[in-house]
T-cell receptor, first 110, second 114 residues
Framework: DQQVKQNSPSLSVQEGRISILNCDYT??????FLWYKKYPAEGPTFLIS?????DKNEDGRFTVFLNKSAKHLSLHIVPSQPGDSAVYFC?????????FGQGTTLQVKP | KAGVTQTPRYLIKTRGQQVTLSCSPI?????VSWYQQTPGQGLQFLFE???????NKGNFPGRFSGRQFSNSRSEMNVSTLELGDSALYLC?????????????FGSGTRLTVV
């Protein structure tokens, strides 16, 4: 039973364009959502988070949108840069433990 | 400010052996969580320790155990290793209060079971 799903294993975008990474969840009790970026053989690096009482949070080039009725969140990266190429994980929590999606590999082409 | 430190970075063990991994959290963080990452299952939660007590537990067999010391450092132990235990084991620390999900991950320990 996968409570957090990232249905796109990979995404390729051109430098300077927008990258949109999507995440769906099934548990309506989740009250906090996070996005992490990960390089091989390293731990995930926190990017941005959003509480379930909000529908948008912005931090520089990164914006996370939450649609609770659709149980969907998305991460927008504008403009995308080659250094953004990595695996992106969304995660959700309501008890302190993080439930991760399977990840989406983003490739930003110069 | 020092980050989350995990030791060792790499480990090779034989099936049937046991292994202990160590995690030193960010200074002042009282919560330490452990995760397992494998290609097939992704990132999965093992357990969380807060003030030397296990506060949360994932769906792993009893061969996986942990503890936390008074200085918040944590160890994870896996007994009777199986080939399927080969994975990247990640530790994350946070201040620990429920309103703050500021999890910071270490670089992980890559365990290979042969």
């Amino acid at each position: 039973d996968q409570q957090v799903k990232q249905n796109s294993p990979s995404l390729s975008v051109q430098e300077g364009r927008i990258s949109i990474l999507n995440c769906d969840y099934t548990n309506s009790m989740f009250d906090y959502f996070l996005w992490y970026k990960k390089y091989p053989a390293e731990g995930p690096t926190f990017l941005i988070s959003i509480s379930s009482i909000k529908d948008k949070n912005e931090d520089g080039r990164f914006t996370v949108f939450l649609n609770k009725s659709a149980k969907h969140l998305s991460l927008h990266i504008v403009p995308s840069q080659p250094g953004d190429s990595a695996v992106y994980f969304c995660a959700a929590s309501n008890t302190g433990k993080l439930i991760f999606g399977q990840g989406t590999t983003l490739q930003v082409k110069p | 400010k020092a980050g989350v430190t995990q030791t060792p970075r790499y480990l090779i063990k034989t099936r049937g052996q046991q292994v202990t991994l160590s995690c030193s959290p960010i200074s002042g963080h009282r919560s330490v969580s452990w995760y397992q990452q494998t290609p097939g299952q992704g990132l999965q939660f093992l357990f969380e320790y807060f003030s030397e007590t296990q506060r949360n537990k994932g769906n792993f067999p009893g061969r996986f155990s942990g503890r936390q010391f008074s200085n918040s450092r944590s160890e994870m132990n896996v007994s009777t290793l199986e080939l399927g235990d080969s994975a990247l084991y990640l530790c994350a620390s946070s201040p620990g209060d429920r309103e703050n999900y500021g999890y910071t991950f270490g670089s992980g320990t890559r365990l290979t079971v042969v």
